[in-house]
């Protein structure tokens, strides 16, 4: 009784990447897709909202300043509490990414839209940005020091080599963890509203005893929302705090 | 687009060309690439030289201002702090003025009594003096006049019991010899 007629289960359709605006380069495709159009929607909301906050220069914010200033001091204190002060030099950077996760996740909630947050490709990039950051930054301001970062200090001699090869691995994969972290939770998180609220809806379709119990389900998506909103925002935090971090070992290597 | 037919379980609707699973199709990654450069290094771009550091400059702004008033604040309060100890002091110093002015006056006036109570004194002191050297001179004199007295009574009582005049040398040796007594009584 399922599958009649209309749309059938498919929790992993909201991801499938449609062309809006084709565009082709030199033969490849390069077409402005759903994901890029969210994105894009992300970026100019952000904007837009801290244009705002950044144009009152009174003493006394407006609301939307005081939000402004809120969301500046909030990364600011994040990027401080992880990095230090010499970790500010990238505040622009843990701030873009923060909002940028944040909002991309945020979009996603809005029915029919897409969550580019749940693309591995997107997280992917945000990740090796970070990473690569950490390492070109690492690199060019401490040189060979940087990789003091893979020998831990007071280490016994004799499992030196097991730690730091154990720290080379686990420096590397961090672009994944970072990644798929992200990617996960958005996309596990949308698939199990998508699971849920398609149960509504294959309840509503039966019979009318069974009509009733379309509630359990749909309670389930009301708080399953609620979760999901939270993981957003912890999602974007986690990437951003996680960021603070890794540049933390860039801007001071081996302060372990 | 049309590159992944491999392990198509869904029916595989809206144009059927995607993989199974869409975030793992490659043939999307170069757009989405893109697309999220572009996106995310307007956002970059935007933050770092527009947004953040107005932002940032409203909140230092605001910092040195409320800095500023309260070192205005703390300035002022000094200062009539200033006043109120100036203000204490002048009173102080009048109410002292004021008192030595009364403790003058009183000191004065007191003496001024003194003086005058001490003329007033001494002035009674003389007359009283003068009274005392009076009383004497009468009863001085008031005894000489007794002993004339008595020798002339003495000389009459005995001139009218002989029936002949006394000798007045004789009368004034009886009345003298007496006259101790008298005198002292």
Not at chain 1, 40 to 50: K, R, Y
Not at chain 2, 175 to 184: H, I, L, R, T
Request: net charge negative.
């Amino acid at each position: 009784m399922a599958t009649e007629s209309g749309p059938a289960i498919d929790p992993v359709h909201q991801f499938s990447i449609h062309p809006v605006v084709p565009i082709s380069i030199a033969g490849q495709d390069f077409s402005l897709t759903n994901s890029g159009l969210f994105m894009l929607l992300a970026v100019a909301l952000t904007c837009l909202i801290a244009a705002i906050a950044a144009r009152g220069d009174s003493g006394v914010p407006s609301r939307m300043q005081a939000m402004g200033e809120m969301a500046y001091e909030f990364v600011a204190g994040m990027v401080r509490s992880a990095a230090g002060e010499a970790g500010m030099r990238f505040f622009p950077l843990v701030f873009s990414i923060f909002f940028f996760i944040l909002l991309c996740n945020l979009l996603g909630f809005i029915p029919y839209s897409f969550t580019a947050t749940a693309q591995i490709i997107i997280t992917a990039s945000l990740a090796l940005l970070v990473f690569l950051t950490v390492l070109i930054v690492g690199i060019k301001d401490h040189g060979v020091q940087f990789f003091k970062t893979f020998v831990p200090p007071g280490v016994p001699i004799y499992i030196l080599p097991l730690v730091v090869a154990i720290e080379i691995v686990s420096f590397l994969s961090r672009p994944v963890s970072h990644s798929v972290r992200l990617f996960a939770n958005m996309l596990a998180g949308h698939i199990t509203l998508y699971v849920f609220g398609s149960f509504v809806i294959m309840l509503l379709g039966a019979g009318a005893a069974i009509k009733a119990l379309a509630i359990l389900p749909f309670a389930m998506t009301v708080g399953l929302e609620a979760l999901e909103l939270l993981v957003a925002f912890l999602q974007a935090y986690v990437f951003a705090m996680l960021t603070c971090m890794y540049l933390n070992d860039a801007l001071h290597p081996g302060g372990h | 687009m049309a590159q992944s037919e491999t392990t198509q379980t869904e029916v595989g609707h809206e144009g059927g060309g995607h993989s199974s699973f869409p975030p793992f199709d490659a043939s999307t990654f170069p757009a989405q690439l893109l697309w999220f450069f572009i996106a995310f290094g307007l956002l970059y771009w935007f933050m770092s030289k527009r947004a953040l550091p107005q932002i940032g400059a409203v909140i230092e702004n605001r910092k040195a201002r409320i800095a500023r008033d309260l070192d205005d604040a703390t300035a002022m309060q000094q200062k009539a702090d200033a006043a109120a100890a100036a203000h204490e002091k002048t009173l102080a110093e009048a109410r002292a003025k004021a008192q030595s002015m009364a403790q003058a006056a009183r000191d004065q006036l007191a003496a001024e009594s003194e003086a005058k109570r001490k003329t007033l004194e001494d002035e009674l002191a003389a007359k009283l003096a003068e009274a005392e050297r009076q009383i004497a001179a009468t009863r001085t004199q008031a005894m000489t006049s007794v002993a004339a007295i008595a020798r002339e009574a003495a000389g009459a009582i005995v001139e009218r019991l002989a029936g002949r005049p006394a000798d007045p040398a004789a009368v004034a040796a009886a009345v003298d010899s007496v006259k101790p007594a008298s005198g002292e009584a």
